[in-house]
T-cell receptor, first 112, second 109 residues
Framework: DTAVSQTPKYLVTQMGNDKSIKCEQNLGHDTMYWYKQDSKKFLKIMFSYNNKELIINETVPNRFSPKSPDKAHLNLHINSLELGDSAVYFC???????????FGNGTRLTVT | GQQVMQIPQYQHVQEGEDFTTYCNSSTTLSNIQWYKQRPGGHPVFLIQLVKSGEVKKQKRLTFQFGEAKKNSSLHITATQTTDVGTYFCAPSNTGKLIFGQGTTLQVKP
């Protein structure tokens, strides 16, 4: 199936831990994104990569570090997790930066 | 920076009633996209509007882009329970999609 797939679907961890979320797309898209959706459903862009190159880096703490080993993958590593990091994180991809987004199913991160 | 206001935040309707959500921007937009997110799901692309005054229809959904390209609306005629979800507008101005706050629609059968 062609899709944007991200793992894990759920992530429960304690404050201070380090965790990673993986994302892969087989749509052949050049651009990939990470979005954070809070409890009020507000969707905020965090990062955008185009062909492995970082093009958007919103005001996100340095504890968040994206890594794109190739244009089909965009992973998100989070250091020293805090309670406020609890949210649903969506990976997305698009053919170009202005094109419609294809979202993954999301990773629900709960920090206790 | 670019700001987007989407109203209302919540709407409860009886099945069969109409529904409209509005998206207003403080700046002129190059295009605007609309997405739907079902409860527990992920946002799914519905449509993209590019031209001033553009109107597009998808079955019971009507999307409109304002003449000044600063606002847009989504109208659903005769809502059904399958329309339940959160509808987001996502204007683009600088090559970056900024999502509105979303309008969550509840439909009572």
């Amino acid at each position: 199936d062609t899709a944007v797939s991200q793992t894990p679907k759920y992530l429960v961890t304690q404050m201070g831990n380090d965790k990673s979320i993986k994302c892969e797309q087989n749509l052949g898209h050049d651009t990939m994104y990470w979005y954070k959706q809070d409890s009020k459903k507000f969707l905020k862009i965090m990062f955008s990569y185009n062909n492995k190159e970082l093009i958007i880096n919103e005001t996100v703490p340095n504890r968040f570090s994206p890594k794109s080993p190739d244009k089909a993958h965009l992973n998100l590593h989070i250091n020293s997790l805090e309670l406020g990091d609890s949210a649903v994180y969506f990976c997305a991809s698009s053919p170009t930066s202005n094109s419609p987004l294809h979202f993954g199913n999301g990773t629900r991160l709960t920090v206790t | 920076g670019q700001q987007v206001m989407q109203i209302p935040q919540y709407q409860h309707v009886q099945e069969g009633e109409d529904f409209t959500t509005y998206c207003n921007s403080s700046t002129t937009l190059s295009n605007i996209q609309w997405y739907k997110q079902r409860p527990g799901g992920h946002p799914v692309f519905l449509i993209q509007l590019v031209k001033s005054g553009e109107v597009k229809k998808q079955k019971r959904l009507t999307f409109q882009f304002g003449e000044a390209k600063k606002n847009s609306s989504l109208h659903i005629t005769a809502t059904q329970t399958t329309d339940v979800g959160t509808y987001f507008c996502a204007p683009s101005n600088t090559g970056k999609l900024i999502f509105g706050q979303g309008t969550t629609l509840q439909v009572k059968p």
